[in-house]
């Protein structure tokens, strides 16, 4: 059974740093395109970033030049680190996998407050 687990989340300063990580089990994650989605209280789900099998990347508007994808295909992870963290940022943050199906995890809260 395929299973995407997040974890990193918690509670941060504004300016902080977070790194979110996506572990999948019973998937080769070097086969699929993975994403990092995120959704606030009262909006729409977003992609915030994406990562292809090629390492190709693409971020939202709202965190290019702060937050970074990475793949380690040989550790099955995926990961999200954020850095300068705004009060904005705060969401739940979802791990998605996209090949011959579509697999998301349970999410992981970041909230960004002083």
């Known amino acids: 059974q395929v299973q995407l687990v997040e974890s990193g989340g918690g509670l941060v300063q504004p300016g902080g740093s977070l790194r979110l990580s996506c572990a999948a089990s019973?998937?080769?994650?070097?086969?699929?395109?993975m994403h990092w989605y995120r959704q606030a209280p009262g909006k729409q789900r977003e992609l915030v970033a994406a990562i292809t099998s090629g390492h190709n990347t693409n971020y939202a508007d709202s965190v290019k030049g702060r937050f970074t994808i990475s793949r380690d295909n040989a550790k099955s992870t995926v990961y999200l680190q954020m850095n300068s963290l705004k009060p904005e940022d705060t969401a739940a943050y979802y791990c998605?996998?996209?090949?011959?199906?579509?697999?998301w995890g349970q999410g992981t809260q970041v909230t960004v407050s002083s």
């Open positions: 019973d998937i080769i994650i070097s086969l699929y395109t």
């Open positions: 998605n996998a996209v090949w011959k199906g579509s697999y």
